[in-house]
């Protein structure tokens, strides 16, 4: 077995980050009894796409018990991870289940706020956050994103699900209620502030990156998505 890295928690931020840690031993059982298989579902969705299933070094953002890692390991065991997470006790359940299925797993986890995170150079060819987002305002996640984008490979993919609030007449209200009380509920038990989830699609167009595939659920509810680093702009050439 490879030995896993574990990097100490950085020096916090002046908000502090919600704290997931009670939850890591029921964050799957509470997950089930609210919401079935649909959010498994959304992480899984683009698992067989070519880039996501072969990537070499993946960046993979708040993955709560490690449920997506495990699934793209189990996929592409030779696929280097880096797994970041503020909860000690989140990254904890990740490692048993990655090890449990791939033993030799090349897994590096890093306990910290991703906010002041000293991101490696890495030349990472994929970034996964699956319901991670909404933990954010915009203007953080904009700030997390380019923080990010440095290090990453030029043609690397941006993969994530969330939930959305669609345009229709009956998904809309109910999209609306259900983000009300997830906010509610969450916020109250782990200290999170904000109650409106961020515009990540500007985020993401503001580091130059563009949407490549969406796949949607509960009436657009449920989305996840694939985004592409959108190529450097060539310099007209100057020669005579």
Not at 56 to 61: Q, W
Not at 62 to 87: C, H, K, M, Q, Y
Not at 229 to 236: H, S, V, W
């Amino acid at each position: 077995m490879l030995p896993t890295a574990v990097t100490p928690k950085a020096a916090p931020p002046l908000t502090p980050p919600a704290n997931f840690s009670r939850f890591a031993r029921l964050y799957a059982p509470i997950e089930w009894l609210s919401f079935g298989r649909a959010l498994t579902r959304r992480r899984e969705c683009f698992l067989s796409h070519p880039r996501v299933a072969g990537a070499c070094r993946v960046l993979i953002l708040g993955d709560g018990d490690g449920r997506f890692t495990a699934a793209l390991l189990e996929r592409n065991p030779s696929a280097e991870i880096t797994a970041v997470d503020v909860s000690a006790a989140m990254l904890s359940q990740l490692e048993r289940r990655v090890r449990a299925r791939t033993p030799n797993a090349r897994l590096d986890l890093q306990q910290v706020d991703i906010r002041s995170w000293p991101v490696p150079p890495a030349n990472y060819d994929l970034v996964v956050a699956h319901f991670f987002f909404d933990c954010f305002t915009t203007d953080d996640l904009a700030t997390v994103i380019a923080r990010i984008s440095p290090a990453l490979a030029p043609n690397a993919l941006w993969l994530l699900s969330d939930f959305a609030i669609p345009t229709h007449p009956i998904w809309t209200p109910f999209a609306k209620a259900l983000l009300r009380l997830l906010y509610l509920t969450i916020g109250s038990l782990t200290g999170l502030k904000h109650r409106h989830l961020p515009d990540h699609q500007i985020a993401l167009n503001s580091a130059h990156f563009e949407l490549a595939n969406v796949d949607t659920a509960f009436g657009g509810t449920l989305r996840s998505e694939i985004w592409q680093r959108a190529p450097t702009p060539q310099l007209p050439s100057t020669a005579p």
